[in-house]
């Protein structure tokens, strides 16, 4: 294709490439999930915009330790610019876009414009990396990081070594390793690939990088201390757990480049799933044959004459070898792992898999070309010619099913097969919560949604989207916060027990709905009458919480019983976490059943408020006939430090219940 010689041309093809994966990224932006994990950081990050202290740490991972706060810095400056959730969703994209241009400049500086043009469309293509260009979430942004990572490393020990280079790659494996430190093994592979290539290496550069990538960690580190490297002991926790060796590495690497675990409703996803593990299996092949092939002419009679003519030698061995090791590296180390692996955990291998997709294609290319070229009769040109464009054929055609199979996804999200709670809605429920609490300077916002405190809730942005001070957060099947005078409420959980409170108490707005999926985000509002102040206490804490209400449901073996109890806040709020204690006890004491949890969440407790919460108790199938029970207890969480009565003991017994023999 000599008309890729021209820069031109090129850059045309490639700006075509760049046009068509920002469209796919564009398209559906706002339909991406949000859960409780994309709520924390955008809240932590919004708090340090509004003003509170820059966060020295994020949210926490599912293996049980804090992570680093790279992710909330990135928040922060997508939100300072605009305020407003789309921000960071444009910051993701426009971090997929970036991973796509620098594994382009990448792969043509090193292995030629035709391959790099290959990696660059299968990458802007490929429906996991447009799904992780739109989704908000820590993991979303590795991948930029990760090609500036190891394009800097290919880049300084395969064409020069520029310092630049490699502190641009220490600076960003940094980065990739903050925003989630599943990634961090590749880390492993900048060393090993320093140690093998150490000729090359000047190593006051590589102090430099270390400089720079341990700078970037310091925000952390002070956490660390002043928590007493309780994060580290927590990894070291989960380093010494039970492993097991699994092919699920394997698989899920493929699976990056698949479009399985997106959708399986889109007809032919499974076959061009296959198509893709064939040319990419394909594809290694080529790249490893390239490999040895270079590593036998460099070491041939005829070795200095083939590396003038080519441009290639050392060079692209050296490439070649930087980026079969950033592939197989996590692959090997997540073969033996103690934590359930998803697709997310080996997306520090990315460029890999397209730069390799890239260079095998051309190289096949490259291949039959010289094959055609030194044919000797017309019909063997033929056949070169035809052989030659059979995997190019085939890649066009999982490009193209791979854009439409984004668009169909798109399609199905929008259109409500998806998470419950999508940027659109969340956008949505900031805007209508703004309106409603600047209309009414005294009202006070609650949003019932999923997680029982403020920093586990799928609501938490609402907090610092809204207004700190005026915004209350329960889950709804736990607690129904009542705040005085009056309170408007937004149920995103419809058929909660708090949810069947409101219809009873509150008047719902008409003008104030958000539709979802096939739910109604409702919002309402409620007066809270003073009956609570009057009423004589069932139990005194002196936390500052009385007990004024006590609503039991009935005793019935293998049966739900749920007890509804209301609360007044009559002290100022705790320095503990209190937890609730809820039990039916036997004769003896003994618990029979129990419901443990934070109910409503003591650090949202002010006084004057009142707040109900539900606690749902199974009880036994075999419960033989006697008198039980019930008692109510509050303590810290989580030292487990039952907190004390104002008449004494740290237990209130409510009722007695006498239970008949079948």
């Not at 700006?15 to 994966?21: E, N, P, R, V």
């Not at 990634?183 to 492993?188: D, E, M, T």
Request: neutral net charge.
């Amino acid at each position: 294709m000599p008309l890729l010689n021209r820069k031109p041309f090129y850059a045309f093809l490639f700006a075509a490439i760049l046009l068509l994966g920002l469209a796919l990224r564009l398209r559906g932006l706002d339909t991406t999930g949000l859960w409780g994990d994309q709520a924390f950081t955008l809240n932590t990050a919004m708090r340090w915009v509004n003003g509170g202290a820059m966060p020295l740490a994020a949210n926490k991972s599912s293996v049980g330790f804090v992570n680093p706060p790279m992710i909330e810095y990135l928040y922060a400056a997508a939100l300072r610019l605009w305020g407003d959730i789309l921000s960071v969703s444009l910051l993701t994209l426009l971090g997929g876009l970036a991973a796509v241009v620098v594994t382009g400049a990448v792969t043509a500086r090193l292995f030629g414009r035709r391959a790099a043009l290959w990696a660059a469309l299968t990458m802007a293509v490929a429906p996991w990396a447009v799904f992780w260009s739109q989704l908000i979430w820590n993991q979303t942004m590795v991948p930029p990081f990760a090609a500036l990572a190891l394009g800097g490393l290919m880049l300084y020990l395969a064409e020069r070594p520029r310092a630049l280079y490699l502190v641009v790659s220490f600076a960003a494996a940094s980065a990739m390793t903050q925003v989630h430190p599943g990634s961090a093994v590749q880390l492993a592979t900048i060393a090993l690939a320093l140690l093998i290539f150490r000729q090359r290496v000047q190593w006051h550069h590589v102090l430099a990088g270390v400089a720079v990538f341990a700078a970037l960690y310091l925000p952390y580190l002070v956490y660390q201390i002043g928590t007493g490297w309780a994060d580290f002991r927590a990894v070291g926790q989960v380093a010494g757990q039970e492993s097991l060796f699994s092919d699920a590495a394997a698989l899920l690497s493929l699976d990056l480049i698949h479009a399985q675990g997106l959708s399986r409703s889109v007809p032919g996803v499974v076959a061009f799933d296959h198509l893709a593990t064939g040319l990419f299996l394909a594809s290694l092949a080529l790249v490893v044959w390239r490999l040895w092939r270079q590593r036998r002419e460099s070491s041939g009679r005829y070795s200095t004459e083939h590396q003038a003519s080519t441009g290639r030698g050392l060079a692209e061995r050296t490439a070649l070898t930087i980026l079969l090791l950033w592939f197989l590296m996590p692959v090997l180390f997540y073969l033996r792992s103690s934590v359930y692996l998803q697709n997310y955990y080996l997306l520090g291998q990315w460029p890999a898999h397209f730069m390799i997709l890239g260079i095998g294609l051309d190289t096949a290319w490259h291949s039959t070309a010289s094959r055609v070229t030194r044919a000797g009769t017309a019909a063997q040109r033929r056949a070169w010619s035809a052989a030659g464009l059979v995997l190019p054929v085939l890649f066009l055609a999982l490009v193209t099913y791979q854009v439409s199979f984004s668009r169909r996804y798109q399609d199905a999200r929008a259109a409500g097969n998806g998470p419950d709670m999508q940027v659109r809605h969340a956008r949505a429920m900031i805007t209508t919560s703004r309106d409603l609490l600047r209309d009414d300077e005294t009202g006070r916002l609650v949003g019932l949604g999923r997680g029982p405190q403020v920093e586990t809730s799928d609501l938490a942005l609402l907090q610092e989207f809204v207004d700190p001070q005026r915004v209350i957060l329960a889950d709804g099947d736990l607690a129904l916060p009542l705040p005085r005078p009056h309170a408007f409420y937004l149920n995103t959980r419809p058929g909660s027990l708090a949810s069947y409170s409101l219809l009873d108490q509150a008047d719902p707005l008409p003008d104030a709905t958000i539709p979802v999926n096939d739910q109604l985000w409702q919002f309402y509002r409620r007066t809270n009458t003073e009956a609570g102040d009057k009423a004589q206490p069932l139990a005194n804490w002196k936390t500052g919480l009385d007990l004024v209400g006590y609503f039991p449901g009935e005793l019935l073996p293998a049966e739900e019983m749920i007890i509804v109890l209301t609360w007044n806040v009559v002290g100022l709020p705790p320095d503990d976490v209190y937890h609730f204690g809820v039990y039916v006890l036997d004769e003896e004491g003994a618990i029979v059943s129990q419901h443990d949890g934070p109910g409503f969440d003591s650090v949202q407790w002010r006084v004057g408020d009142s707040f109900i919460t539900y606690h749902r108790l199974a009880i036994p199938a075999h419960l033989p006939a006697g008198t039980y029970r019930t008692a109510v207890a509050l303590y810290t969480w989580p030292d487990l430090v039952r907190a004390e009565l104002v008449s004494g003991g740290n237990t209130a017994y409510l009722e007695t219940i006498p239970l008949d023999a079948p």
